[in-house]
């Protein structure tokens, strides 16, 4: 069982930076394919971006290619998110989500752990 706790949101500027981060227990985080998603009032969940095991393979949505990053360290079970140039349209609430496999994947039903999520709010 693995438990995901993100934070560092809160409410930024349009032009602005935030990095959230992903807490993960568990002795297996490693082995694990990482992603956040993120969902709009009104909207389903969307996929942001994910990373595998290694770092190595990182892919993102288009809309917020350039402007986030996602990185990761094994030996402190953590993920994070970097998002800088902000907008309002990137308004949401931000999961963090662990797949039991070495691959990544871009939909929701590849993750089999959540976070609670954390609210990003980017006035203009």
């Known amino acids: 069982q693995v438990q995901l706790v993100e934070s560092g949101g809160g409410l930024v500027q349009a032009g602005g930076s935030l990095r959230l981060s992903c807490a993960a227990s568990g002795r297996s985080f490693s082995t694990y394919a990482m992603a956040w998603f993120r969902q709009a009032p009104g909207k389903e969940r969307e996929f942001v971006g994910t990373?595998?095991?290694?770092?190595?393979?990182?892919s993102n949505l288009d809309s917020v290619k350039g402007r986030f990053t996602i990185s990761r360290d094994n030996a402190k079970n953590t993920v994070w998110l970097q998002m800088n140039s902000l907008k309002p349209e990137d308004t949401a609430v931000y999961f963090c989500?662990?797949?039991?496999?070495?691959?990544?994947?871009?939909?929701?039903?590849?993750?089999?752990?959540w976070g609670q999520g954390t609210q990003v709010t980017v006035s203009s």
């Open positions: 990373i595998s095991w290694s770092g190595s393979a990182t």
């Open positions: 989500a662990a797949r039991r496999s070495l691959r990544v994947g871009a939909r929701s039903s590849d993750y089999d752990y």
